[in-house]
């Protein structure tokens, strides 16, 4: 190309000067071997060519610049994550169930409704069991005034040890035959088994019910929320008890601060991995039991990394990784140099170098798939 508009503009040039008044032809010169008049048409000639060529180099240098964004190398914490998928749970989400078949004489909740641990939610008929349970107080008073009055007499070595002994057992029968009869009462009334809130009610005032699938209803507390998932077996040993853990939902578009508080102690022989639990605060109650969680979990940090962006990172023929630096910079341009490197891992967009960067080192971030080594850099 350079050559190409050297013989264009010396043509321009010889047919300028043919074109002066009383200008010898080269031909002519030639022709009659006026060796003078040659060396002096070269010479005005060459002046000419000279000045051609200052011009082209000129340009050329202006074509192999190039328009790049720089930026220089620090030293920074890098931390790599596993990234896994798993489900927002909470302990303390059960179907209500009652404890005694009968019919639903009260229910004293509905939907939506909080409640506290112990509150009774409704009460099963009992079937007759108060009366049974006022009869069997009454036989217990007795007995316990039978056997205090023995006592009395043992007491005083009146009677036989045998009148006192029955009257003993007698008393103690009768209690327990109370108490075993409370127990199975109490099981008529429906109470909360935590504090939470209703979710759903499923039966009705005046419904027989029973111990079901179903259940009378759900409660749930969303105060204790988790995220449970498992991990391939070879974490073993980087994952523990308190480490941070980034857990984004989808649903929310909201990343929240978690942290795992339980690491599994058994392998899945299935898929080769174990289970964790990453615990959630919920202060503005928007988790619900089985959405869907994305997890970012630290599995690997250097405190003092040199990280580049990972599309800086370029390949060559022979399988090297090299990044584009500047050298001789005077804060807006410098020259591209190919340096080769050693890179580690990659996250968020950013790859570790383990070799052949150092810190303040400046890096072209921008526009490196237009430069080649030694290329004239403007930034």
Avoid at 65 to 83: G, Q, R
């Amino acid at each position: 190309m350079k050559k190409t508009i050297i013989l264009s503009l010396l043509a321009v040039v010889i047919a300028a000067c043919g074109n002066k008044e009383n200008a010898q032809s080269i031909d002519k010169m030639i022709e009659t071997k006026n060796v003078k008049a040659l060396q002096e048409k070269k010479a005005a000639l060459q002046g000419e060519i000279t000045k051609i060529e200052e011009a082209l180099a000129t340009l050329d240098v202006k074509k192999e610049e190039a328009l790049v964004s720089v930026m220089t190398v620090k030293d920074t914490i890098f931390n790599h994550y596993l990234d896994i998928q798993g489900s927002v749970d909470t302990k303390e989400n059960i179907l209500v169930q009652p404890e005694f078949s009968g019919t639903l004489t009260s229910l004293t909740v509905k939907a939506g409704q909080k409640v506290s641990k112990g509150q009774i939610l409704g009460r099963v008929d009992d079937g007759g069991m108060s009366q049974q349970l006022a009869s069997a107080e009454n036989q217990y008073n007795l007995a316990k005034t039978t056997f205090e009055r023995q006592k009395n007499l043992w007491d005083k070595k009146i009677g036989s040890e045998i009148q006192y002994l029955q009257a003993q057992t007698q008393m103690i029968s009768a209690q327990k035959s109370v108490a075993q009869i409370k127990a199975q009462l109490a099981k008529t009334v429906i109470r909360a088994p935590f504090t939470g809130t209703i979710d759903e009610v499923f039966v009705e005032k005046g419904e027989v019910v029973a111990p079901s699938p179903q259940g009378l209803m759900r409660i749930v507390n969303l105060s204790n929320m988790y995220v449970s998932t498992t991990v391939p077996e070879t974490y073993i040993g980087k994952l523990k008890v308190g480490d941070q853990v980034d857990v984004f939902l989808s649903s929310l578009n909201k990343t929240y601060k978690g942290k795992v508080r339980q690491v599994g102690n058994f392998i899945n022989p299935n898929n080769r991995s174990f289970g964790i639990e990453v615990g959630l605060p919920n202060p503005d109650n928007l988790l619900r039991p089985n959405q869907v969680a994305k997890l970012k979990i630290i599995d690997y940090t250097n405190k003092k990394a040199v990280v580049v962006p990972t599309n800086v990172v370029q390949e060559d023929g022979e399988g090297n990784k090299f990044i584009f630096t500047v050298t001789g910079s005077n804060g807006k341009t410098g020259t591209a140099k190919k340096v080769i490197v050693t890179v580690g891992k990659s996250s968020d967009n950013v790859t570790e170098i383990l070799s052949g960067l150092s810190s303040e080192d400046i890096i072209v971030t921008e526009g490196v798939n237009n430069i080649s080594d030694g290329m004239k850099l403007n930034f």
